[in-house]
Each structure stands twice: as C-alpha cells, then as structure tokens.
C-alpha cells in the first residue's frame, strides 16, 4: 500500500485539505471545511486527529477536531477564556500537541493546555504570570501567541514565541517560564536598549530533528539558530537577501537543513524580494544559503507568506509546501529543487502543515 500527503491549508476563510497521490504529482482538494471559519493553524497529532484553531473578534476563539482525516468536525471553547475582568480572547493562532497533551496560543498572549483532546481548555497561567507580562507590547498584528515548540523527548519542556514579547521557555510543563532571547536584536527599539531581555518581536521557531536544543528562529529583526535551547542565539541571515521574513521549516530529519522566505522588508511592501519568488535553503545550518527558484513566479511576485505558512513533509525525499496571501500553495517533492503551483485562488493562507496516511 502506497502514502498519501495530507497539506492541511489554514485560510481566513476555513480550512481546505489537500491529497496527494503515490508521487506527490496529482493532487485533490477538499474544502473550505470548519464552516468556513478562520482557521489560523492546524495542525494533526501522531495518531492521525486533526486539530485547527482560529476564531476573531465577531466568533470567538475555538479548537476544531476531526477524528476521521477532514470529514466530520466538531468543535470546543470550553475553557479557553480568561477571568473576569480580562479582555476576551479573540482568536486561536496555534495548537501543538505534545504526548496526550494539547497546547493552544491565543491572541491576547496566553497558553491553554487540554488533557482530553481538545474538549476542554485550562490557562496555563505561569506564562501570563510572568514579571515582564505587563511589559509586553503587541507587534503589528497584535499580542499574539503563534509559535509553540515541544520536545519530544521529554514533555515537560516548551518553548512559545510572542509578538512582541520575545521566545519563553519552560521545563516544568508550564508552571514557571524564562525569556530566551539573548544574541536577538529588536532594531525599532530605541539606541541602547536593542538587545533586551524580552520584548522582540518573534515571527516564528522551529526546532531541529533529533536534536531538541537547536532552534531556529526567523525574527522580526533577523534570522537566527540556537544549539542550547534558546539561551543564546546567533545571526544566520548572512547570504540571504533580506533579514526580514515571517516562516521557518526544518528538514523532518536532518537537522542541518533549514528552509527560510525572506521577503523585501517590513516597511517596504512585504514582498519578495525583486518581486522574484524564492524559497532560500540552507544545508548547513545557516551558514550558507541557496535560493531554490526553479518554477516558482520570476515576475510580479507581489505577495508575502505568513508565519506558518511554510511545512515540509516526512518523505524521502522531503516536500516542502509554501501558501501565499494570495491563495496560492506551492509544491516541491524534491527538497525545494523544483516547484509547481497546486492550489490557485484560495482565500489568503495563514497556515500549512503536513500528514502523511496511508493510502
């Protein structure tokens, strides 16, 4: 029996899924599905459940789940607010699952944690306890959290990044947290006070496979590695054509090959770079850079790619899948040596993440 590629493709206007074949040529669609709700991350678990967060203002946050790979969905927000008194939340923006536990990152700032699959919700309140908490400023899109990292050799350890408070790391499941933001730069910050404790504005984390203390981090202000687990961090952004982006994607198993999409800037148009699309591959763990353009639009490239917009799979060799906010989704089965466009016109993606099942 062959595999199949699920893309499950986080749009603001619901979740689509995308099926491959045996060789990853042709692909079905199915969607828009969670009733066309935004859908800010999905993401499935080792035992094939799919999981989407999303929400707005107008709808409220929710954690959607699907046992039977996209063709029934439920959803649960029971939990996910917090005491009175608080501002709402407004939106999920990223669910991670780590062991039998469920991680939910919620605009305002805050961590939600589920032992039972979605259906209930209780704050990790550690993390909004925190001293710097009433430092926190909102980047552009507002105080969100969008990146959640778990180890998975040991689940007691996490990692979240926040715009604009920088990466928080914990080792106890959530109970206490620390910033891990030294050797990052917040560049709009006043002279002197550009490499702070907290306050950067994180786009996104990725860890390395095998490897739970290397992470990489595409920064507002750079792009960066980590080999200790975010206690220290080094620039990697030499080479590349931009140190402004949003995605970060590693190679599902080796840990040396990192996939970033510089775009042209954060004040000029936050496209690509020359209006020329690029995914830029490095296979030596930042230390030198490729642009991998084959197939991809070499003109009026005038769309950006959000910060988890960018996945690879776990074949051999590895795909790597990119959406634009355009609607587009951009394919490679190849390592990202060559590239087709297998989804048009859906509305502005948000996500991408991959599943591979059995045929």
């Not at 690029?278 to 850079?289: C, E, P, Q, T």
Request: charged letters at 20%.
């Amino acid at each position: 029996m062959g595999e199949s590629v699920l893309v499950l493709v986080g749009t603001r206007k619901g979740l689509f899924i995308l099926r491959s074949d045996d060789d990853r040529r042709s692909w079905s669609l199915k969607g828009p599905l969670c009733e066309t709700w935004p859908i800010n991350h999905a993401v499935a678990d080792g035992s094939g459940v799919i999981y989407a967060g999303g929400g707005s203002e107008w709808l409220g946050p929710a954690v959607w789940r699907s046992d039977d790979l996209g063709a029934t969905w439920t959803y649960s927000r029971d939990g996910l607010g917090y005491e009175a008194g608080e501002a709402p939340i407004k939106s999920v923006w990223s669910v991670a699952p780590s062991g039998g536990r469920l991680y939910a990152g919620v605009e305002p700032a805050g961590l939600f944690a589920s032992d039972d699959g979605g259906r209930t919700w209780s704050h990790v309140a550690g993390l909004r306890d925190h001293p710097s908490r009433p430092e926190w400023q909102p980047g552009g899109g507002g105080l969100i959290l969008h990146s959640i990292v778990t180890d998975p050799q040991d689940a007691g350890r996490l990692w979240v990044g926040i715009s604009s408070a920088g990466v928080f790391h914990s080792a106890d499941g959530g109970a206490t947290w620390e910033p891990r933001n030294r050797g990052t730069r917040a560049d709009y910050m006043p002279e002197g006070h550009r490499h702070p404790e907290f306050g950067q504005c994180v786009h996104s984390v990725a860890m390395a496979p095998g490897m739970p203390d290397r992470l990489y981090q595409q920064n507002h202000c750079g792009m960066y590695r980590s080999d200790d687990g975010g206690r220290s961090w080094a620039s990697i952004e030499e080479g590349l054509p931009s140190s402004f982006g949003f995605p970060t994607a590693v190679h599902p198993r080796d840990p040396d090959t990192v996939y970033m999409l510089p775009l042209n800037g954060d004040i000029a148009g936050r496209y690509m770079p020359d209006a020329r699309t690029a995914v830029w591959r490095s296979r030596d763990a930042g230390a030198s850079w490729r642009a991998l353009r084959e197939g991809l639009p070499q003109e009026n490239a005038f769309f950006g790619v959000l910060r988890q917009a960018l996945a690879t799979d776990a074949m051999e060799p590895a795909g790597v899948y990119f959406g634009t906010g355009s609607g587009a989704l951009f394919a490679s089965a190849d390592e990202g040596e060559s590239w087709r466009c297998i989804a048009q016109h859906l509305p502005t993606i948000t996500s991408v993440e991959t599943l591979v099942v059995d045929r």
